[in-house]
C-alpha cells in the first residue's frame, strides 16, 4: 500500500505558476498527474519513471509544464507555467510500483484554479 499526498493547488491568474508536490508513502516506479475539469472526464497530464528516464506530456501541457521527482523524498513535482483558465481542475497524483503495473494508487486532488 502507497499513500499519496498532494499539495500546492490554489488559485492563480492567467499566465502565472504553480508547482503541485506528491508525496508517497513509499518507493514508485512511476508517478503521474492526471486532472479533471468539471463536467469533463479525467485525463492525463505528465508521468516520470523512477529514474526519470522516460517523461511523458499531454500536448496540453508541452513547454509548459514540467514533472520532476525527487527520490529521496519519493516526491513528485508538476510546475506549472503560463496557466491558462483552461487548466482549471482538480489535479491527482497516481502512482505504479512497477513496469507492468498500471495506475493503482491515487491522491485525494488538489484543486487548481485559473482566473482569466
Not at 523512477?50 to 519519493?74: C, L, Q, V
Not at 516526491?75 to 502512482?95: F, G, H, I, R, W
Request: glycine letters at 12%; aromatic letters at 12%; one cysteine or more.
Amino acid at each position: 500500500q502507497v499513500q499519496l499526498v498532494e499539495s500546492g493547488g490554489g488559485l492563480v491568474q492567467a499566465g502565472g505558476s504553480l508547482r503541485l508536490s506528491c508525496a508517497a508513502s513509499g518507493r514508485t516506479y512511476r508517478m503521474g498527474w492526471f486532472r479533471r475539469a468539471p463536467g469533463k472526464e479525467r485525463e492525463f497530464v505528465a508521468s516520470t519513471t523512477w529514474s526519470g528516464s522516460a517523461t511523458f506530456y499531454a500536448d496540453s501541457g508541452k513547454g509548459r509544464f514540467t514533472i520532476s521527482r525527487d527520490n529521496a523524498k519519493n516526491t513528485v513535482y508538476l510546475q506549472m507555467n503560463s496557466l491558462k483558465p483552461e487548466d482549471t481542475a482538480v489535479y491527482y497524483c497516481a502512482a505504479a510500483l512497477s513496469i507492468v503495473q498500471s495506475y493503482s494508487y491515487w491522491g485525494q486532488g488538489t484543486q487548481v484554479t485559473v482566473s482569466s
